[in-house]
């Protein structure tokens, strides 16, 4: 899951669990509000009989204090505006057949569900009546008792949350867009960040990143900048150390020839040429055994000095030093052709612009399709073998050398091999800056090795 995905899910459960909590406090709030009205109206209206009461008491001194209340005037609309809707207000003692006066009801909120009636009262408990005396100085006077309606709380709270509900959800949606428009620009960079992790997957190193203006993302780019820095030296290093020890070994394989032409080359001349005296004197004399044990080694001497040819043109200098890459690889192919006529059919394919290529590259090139199709003819059973060397121009100047067969092959095994010939082509195409691909062909294996001309 993306990054900006997780982030915007987590503020969006941090703003529902935000909102429960609003709608839990505001139950809660508006559920008690109705205590708080309550006992406020209990004290109005204790106020205003107290005064009531000593109007009276002045005016009428001589009614006996308990007869001065309740005075036929408190049931008033003056006394109707202190009470609180959904309050009831009673004054004890009653005298006979009096009702509560409460206060107006009808239009406090809408009607709440019944799940809503039921849970309210279960959690927040019931609403208990408000005791106030008319007088502090004179308890006969009485008291008044303010009884809250618990239906007209349950509609109030409803009421309340309906009201804040709208103005949480609308704030709540404006915080998560804006929030998620926030998150998804401070990590937009992180596309740039991962864009320049590819691109050193594939070999582009030196990747530069823009400045970031998050000091974190800026501490990445920097560690992304200087990781590609240390692996391009680093690439480079080791691309000089395998060319150095190109070099060495090919000095020592020309060494190796010399040697191998100086002495093994002339001390098999001269087996061959014992062995055709002594077949030539055991001729004069009749000596058939003797003579047939020098053909014998006249014959093995030839084997060995064409075993020998072999490994002298394998170990001496790459003819495109000398020819140049095209004339070199039609000589290799005709080579192979020219040994045995029951070998597979190689056809060269030759493409682009190849008379100015030389050096290392040239060397590089004829090297791998050497040892590809020195592999291809001595390990498999092809019938068919094609070899494809084509120079790809433009920004991005190339050599690309395909040999692809039809003599089978587990292309995985062969790519984790660890052979001299495929260690060593693989060597020289990493040391020159390219690549090599071993792939299932169809009905056998195709080798491609691509070597960029300008390194």
Same mark, same amino acid.
């Given at each position: 899951?993306?990054l900006v ?5 987590r ?8 909102l ?7 139950t809660?709030d508006?559920?008690?509000s109705v ?23 002045l005016?009428?001194?001589s009614?006996?204090?308990?007869h =001065? ?14 009470i ?5 207000v ?5 005298a006979?057949?009096e009702k509560?006066?409460c206060g ?14 039921a849970?309210?009262?279960?959690f927040?408990?019931?609403?208990a ?11 006969s006077a009485?008291t008044?008792?303010?009884t ?6 349950v ?6 949350i ?5 103005v949480?959800?609308?704030m ?7 929030a998620s428009l ?7 960079p992180?596309?740039?960040i991962?864009?320049?992790?590819q691109?050193?997957?594939r ?19 920097s560690?992304?900048?200087?990781l590609g820095d #240390?692996?391009?030296?680093?690439t480079?290093? #080791?691309a ?9 070994r090919?000095?020592?394989r020309?060494?190796?020839?010399r040697?191998?032409h +100086?002495?093994?080359g002339q001390n098999l001349?001269?087996?061959?040429a014992?062995?055709n ?11 058939t055994g ?9 014959q093995?001497?030839h084997?060995?000095m ?8 394998r170990?001496?200098?790459?003819l495109?030093e000398?020819?140049g ?6 000589n =290799? ?8 006529a029951a070998?597979?059919t ?6 682009g612009d190849?008379?100015?290529i030389?050096?290392?590259a040239?060397?590089?090139?004829y090297?791998v ?5 020195t592999?291809?003819l ?8 094609s070899? #494809?060397?084509? #120079? ?6 190339a ?5 692809e +067969? ?10 984790q ?9 693989r060597e020289?195409?990493t ?14 294996l ?10």
């Open positions: 899951m993306r995905l997780q982030l915007v899910a503020l969006l459960l941090i703003v529902v669990l935000c429960g909590a609003a709608t839990l406090w505001a809660f508006a559920y008690r205590d708080r009205a309550t006992a406020a109206s209990a004290q109005r209206v204790a106020q205003a009989l107290q005064a009531l009461y000593w109007r009276e008491l005016l009428r001194s009614r006996a204090r308990e =001065l209340l309740p005075v036929p005037d408190w049931r008033t609309l003056e006394t109707m505006k202190l609180s809707p959904g309050v009831c009673e004054f004890q003692p009653a006979a057949f509560p006066l107006q009801s009808e239009g406090l909120g809408k009607a709440a569900p019944r799940w809503f009636a849970i309210v009262p279960t927040l408990g019931s609403h009546e408000v005791i106030r005396p008319v007088s502090p100085r004179a308890a009485g008044v008792v303010a809250p309606d618990g239906a007209a709380a509609s109030l709270a409803w009421e309340y309906l009201n804040v509900i709208d949480a959800l609308l709540a949606a404006a915080i998560a867009l804006l926030a998150i998804a620009h401070a990590l937009a992180a596309r740039t991962v864009t320049a992790l691109r050193m997957a070999g582009q190193y030196r990747t530069k990143l823009p400045r970031f203006r998050s000091m974190e993302l800026a501490m990445i780019g560690a992304v900048g200087e #240390r692996l391009e030296e680093a480079e290093q #080791r000089a150390l395998t060319r150095r020890l190109i070099e060495i090919d000095d020592e020309r060494a190796l020839a040697e191998l +100086d002495e093994f001349s001269a087996i061959l014992f062995a005296t002594i077949e030539t004197a055991s001729t004069k004399d009749n000596s003797i003579a047939q044990d020098a053909r014998m080694i006249s093995a001497t084997h060995l064409a075993s020998l040819r072999d490994a002298l043109k170990l001496r200098n790459p495109p000398e020819l890459l095209e004339v070199s690889l039609v =290799l192919v005709d080579s192979w052709r020219s040994q045995s070998r597979p190689i056809q060269l394919d030759l493409r190849l008379t100015d030389s050096g290392p040239a060397t590089t090139a090297r399709a050497q040892e590809c199709l592999n291809a001595r390990h498999g059973v092809a019938r068919e073998i070899l #494809r060397v084509e #120079r790809r121009a433009g920004e991005h100047d050599l690309l050398i395909r040999v +067969d039809d003599g089978g092959g587990d292309a995985a095994r062969v790519a091999s660890a052979g001299f010939g495929l260690t060593g082509i020289r195409v040391a020159a800056g390219g690549s090599l691909s071993i792939l299932p062909a169809r009905g056998g195709s080798v491609a090795a691509t070597i960029p001309l300008a390194a």
